[in-house]
Nanobody
Framework: QVQLVESGGGLVQPGGSLRLSCVASGFTFSSYSMSWYRQTPGKEREFVAAIDHFGSLTNYADSVKGRFTISRDNAKNTVALQMNNLKPEDTAVYYC????????WGQGTQVTVSS
């Protein structure tokens, strides 16, 4: 079965940083572009960032551009999201998944940005 396990979330003050990690299994990880998404109560899941299968091309939502960096390690089946200069509006549950044809979602990891 496909598994996506996110970790690294927590409580951080505005302006702080967190690094999220996603470990994937059950599919050929290196064949797929991967993305991070986030969701808050009452809102639809929102695209955050994407990275191609080689890790050479990236895309970001305008709201996080310049602050977040997506990366991947195909040898470890992982995709990471480095989040800097965090803002309260970044508070959400963060998920990883395939970019174009998503599989079952993992549990996500909670990021809370608050003083």
């Amino acid at each position: 079965q496909v598994q996506l396990v996110e970790s690294g979330g927590g409580l951080v003050q505005p302006g702080g940083s967190l690094r999220l990690s996603c470990v994937a299994s059950g599919f050929t990880f290196s064949s797929y572009s991967m993305s991070w998404y986030r969701q808050t109560p009452g809102k639809e899941r929102e695209f955050v960032a994407a990275i191609d299968h080689f890790g050479s091309l990236t895309n970001y939502a305008d709201s996080v551009k310049g602050r977040f960096t997506i990366s991947r390690d195909n040898a470890k089946n992982t995709v990471a999201l480095q989040m800097n200069n965090l803002k309260p509006e970044d508070t959400a549950v963060y998920y990883c998944n395939k970019r174009w044809v998503q599989t079952d979602w993992g549990q996500g990891t909670q990021v809370t940005v608050s003083s």
